[in-house]
């Protein structure tokens, strides 16, 4: 079965501190993961694709296989970055539906 | 703009009533997803078609129906609402089958409000 767990429900940090929101990730196969943002209760925007190793936002998030884990980090948090995070996996057949871990919402205090 | 529609974007209405919420997906996407978000549950995924046809089925009430249409728009029908359905419905669209590579387009939702 595949399952995503981001343990945090609220994180709270300073500005220009350093952020990681953990994602945690259960799959047998060889998963694609993905971070999804919510500003504000908006749409959802893809954030990143692990396969693309992309910097969004000075956002990085590394797929870990051994720990099973796709943290999301970025060195300094801005005020603009509180929002709902989620994370998110696809299934290496492709053909099933993405499956969303329940997200954490960061705040980002001036 | 995202490319996915969703209308309407608010809708409010008594318990035991029905509903019908839309969704075009993004052109040339061929899947559409619906999810619930609520505070509580996070996305919870419904149900996917692709191409017109039931792809997928997550934790979709039996009160709760959707359906495609040959012009891949796709309606979710809601019946014998309870205020329990309150909730954000959010309608995804991809180009393939799944998510794989590229993730979803999302719409900016529908918020239900169940009085």
């Known amino acids: 079965a595949q399952r995503v767990t981001q343990p945090e429900k609220l994180l709270s940090v300073f500005k220009g501190a350093p952020v990681e929101l953990k994602c945690n990730y259960s799959y047998s196969g060889s998963p694609e993961l993905f971070w999804y943002v919510q500003y504000s209760r908006q749409r959802l925007q893809l954030l990143l694709r692990h396969i693309s190793r992309e910097s969004i936002k000075g956002f990085t998030a590394d797929l870990n296989k051994g720990e099973t884990s796709f943290h999301l980090k970025k060195p300094f948090a801005q005020e603009e970055d509180s929002a709902m995070y989620y994370c998110a996996l696809s299934g290496s057949s492709g053909n099933t539906p993405l499956v969303f871990g329940k997200g954490t919402r960061l705040s980002v205090i001036a | 703009d995202s490319g996915v529609t969703q209308t309407p974007k608010h809708l409010i209405t008594a318990t035991g009533q029905r509903v019908t919420l839309r969704c075009s997906p993004r052109?040339?996407?061929?899947?559409v997803y619906w999810y619930q978000q609520s505070l509580d549950q996070g996305l919870q995924f419904l149900i996917q078609y692709y191409n017109g046809e039931e792809r997928a089925k997550g934790n979709i009430l039996e009160r709760f129906s959707a359906q495609q249409f040959p012009d891949l728009h796709s309606e979710l029908n809601l019946s014998s609402l309870e205020l329990g359905d309150s909730a954000l419905y959010f309608c995804?669209?991809?180009?393939?089958?799944?998510?794989?590579?590229?993730?979803?387009?999302f719409g900016s939702g529908t918020r239900l409000t169940v009085v």
């Open positions: 052109s040339g996407d061929l899947s």
């Open positions: 995804a669209s991809s180009v393939g089958a799944g998510g794989r590579s590229y993730g979803y387009t």
